[in-house]
């Protein structure tokens, strides 16, 4: 079927640390991609997309590159600062289509 | 820029009770949304409307009525609440087609708390 999968979280790192969340689809043809931040108390906003294989979304020193060979769309931020913790959903979309799929979302804690 | 709002915030039912939850954006967006989060489990969508004057269901719809009541507002409806409706509830819309594209992008209301006892 289609679905969206993410690694569990909760993510704790210490600020500055490197991020990694992880990100896998499945789909027929060529979904658009998306990551999406949750703040608490707040309604979702997108973060970063990628509509075709080899794009890479980028936003607020975040990075998600579109693999199609590996099905893949993970997450990366270099230094990650207190104000990152957040949910943060990966999502698919087929092209022209209505229905976006989200996964289960990671929760990222980060200390200072 | 109010965005996308929603009504009320917080609500609790008990079980049988119906209550209908509001939805309106600003954007002249075309499409919208209702989704329901779940711990665990991410979003799921309840049932969209495409354009105005249309309904479809999405991958949750059963307990659930839909209506679109104009370009701007979309409601959700609980005929007879259970306690596994208890979730927090989103509304969300997207831009009108352009040159034959959906624009994909996603935007959120703050969501409605509901407890079901």
């Known amino acids: 079927g289609n679905s969206v999968t993410q690694m569990e979280g909760p993510v704790t790192l210490s600020e500055e640390a490197f991020l990694t969340i992880n990100c896998t689809y499945t789909?027929?043809?060529?979904?658009?991609l998306f990551w999406y931040v949750q703040y608490p108390g707040e309604g979702l906003q997108l973060l970063l997309k990628?509509?075709?294989?080899?794009d890479k979304g980028s936003n607020k020193g975040f990075e998600a590159t579109y693999r199609k060979e590996t099905t893949s769309f993970h997450l990366e931020k270099g230094s990650v600062q207190v104000s990152d913790s957040a949910v943060y959903f990966c999502?698919?979309?087929?092209?022209?289509?209505?229905?976006?799929?989200f996964g289960a979302g990671t929760r990222l804690f980060v200390k200072a | 820029n109010a965005g996308v709002t929603q009504t009320p915030k917080f609500q609790v039912l008990k079980t049988g009770q119906s209550m209908t939850l509001q939805c309106a954006q600003d954007?002249?967006?075309?499409?919208m949304y209702w989704y329901r989060q779940d711990p665990g489990m991410g979003l799921r969508l309840i049932y969209y409307?495409?354009?105005?004057?249309?309904?479809d269901k999405g991958e949750v719809p059963n307990g659930y009525n839909v209506s679109r009541l104009n370009k701007r507002e979309f409601s959700l409806r609980l005929e007879s609440a259970a306690p596994s409706q208890t979730s927090v509830y989103f509304c969300?819309?997207?831009?009108?087609?352009?040159?034959?594209?959906?624009?994909?992008?996603?935007?959120f209301g703050s969501g409605t708390q509901l407890s079901v006892l």
């Open positions: 990628a509509t075709k294989a080899d």
């Open positions: 409307s495409a354009s105005e004057g249309t309904t």
């Open positions: 999502a698919r979309r087929r092209t022209g289509g209505f229905k976006t799929i």
């Open positions: 969300a819309s997207s831009a009108s087609r352009d040159r034959g594209r959906v624009d994909e992008k996603l935007f």
């Open positions: 789909a027929t043809g060529y979904p658009s």
């Open positions: 954007m002249n967006h075309n499409s």
